[in-house]
């Protein structure tokens, strides 16, 4: 990344993990009337270091004119305070650098909070799409249910990663709920179990509903191994949050 210019604030580093990540809280105070530049840097931890091909940067309480992203050809401009960087191959550990350009705070006074919601893509029946994601659910059989959320979805799917930490049992079953935010009418389209590498699982059964899921008859996940549930629903949820409970079912080797 670029060596900082007068006027340009600091970001650091920040590790994107599954979800929507705060990448800075910034004064308003601090931003002259031109509105200056936020530099940091993004470093991929998603678990398994699975790909991030897109950026979605927010911005709270104000907004900036664009935001650059390392190997991006062109900055990309924001529209309602948000702006989609596309075409990203960010493996595991992979860093990138992001400069948010013309930063603006609104009239209320309250600090900008910067956000970033990293995007992934996955294949269904030779169709590509782009998801977002939830933290990730570590089960076991003692502690076999998770809720987790997260700020800011943008697409027509999430992906749930899901690790097995019992160090004894094998995870051979899952079921799940999400809660949809008011005003979106949006529900479960499909559902699909894959590999911790994102290959399909088989044999499975699953279903679902317009809210929920479920899956068994699959090989058992391993201790200390990991699985995905690709969800897809009927329509993108536009920035709202989502959250989501999964619970697991247990049996010996």
């Known amino acids: 990344m670029a060596l900082l210019v007068p006027n340009t604030i600091p970001m650091g580093e920040t ?23 936020a530099a940091g840097k993004l470093c991929n931890k998603v678990p398994g270091g ?30 309602n305070a948000t702006a989609h960087v596309n075409g990203l191959s960010m493996g595991g550990n992979v860093c990138l650098g992001y400069t948010l350009k013309s930063l603006s705070g609104d009239t209320s006074g309250a600090n900008l909070i910067c956000n970033v919601t990293p995007s992934y893509k996955d294949q269904v029946a030779g169709a590509v799409h782009e998801v977002n994601a939830l933290p990730l659910y570590e089960l076991s059989a003692l ?23 019992d160090p004894d049992q094998l995870l051979c079953g899952l079921t799940g709920s999400l809660s949809f935010p008011a005003g979106v009418d949006a529900t479960i389209e499909s559902v699909h179990l894959r590999e911790a590498d994102g290959d399909p699982v088989t044999p499975v059964q699953g279903s679902h509903s317009s809210t929920s899921f479920e899956f068994s008859g699959f090989p058992g996940v ?27 079912s247990f049996t010996s080797p």
């Not at 940067?57 to 991006?72: D, N, Q």
């Not at 076999?144 to 097995?164: I, W």
Request: aromatic share 4%; net charge neutral.
């Open 15 to 37: 590790n994107l993990t599954a979800g929507t990540t705060k990448i800075g809280e910034i004064d308003p105070a601090a931003l002259p009337t031109s509105g200056p530049d």
């Open 143 to 165: 502690n076999d249910m998770a809720r987790n959320g997260t700020a800011e979805v943008y697409h027509r799917g999430v992906l749930l990663f899901v690790a097995n930490a």
């Open 50 to 79: 699975v790909l991030i091909t897109d950026l979605t940067f927010s911005i709270k309480k104000g907004t900036a004119a664009s935001v650059e992203v390392e190997g991006v050809p062109t900055g990309v401009t924001f529209s």
């Open 222 to 248: 391993k201790p200390k191994e990991s699985c995905r549930v690709l969800v897809l629903f009927t329509a993108p949820l536009e920035g709202k949050s989502l959250r989501a409970t999964i619970t697991g």
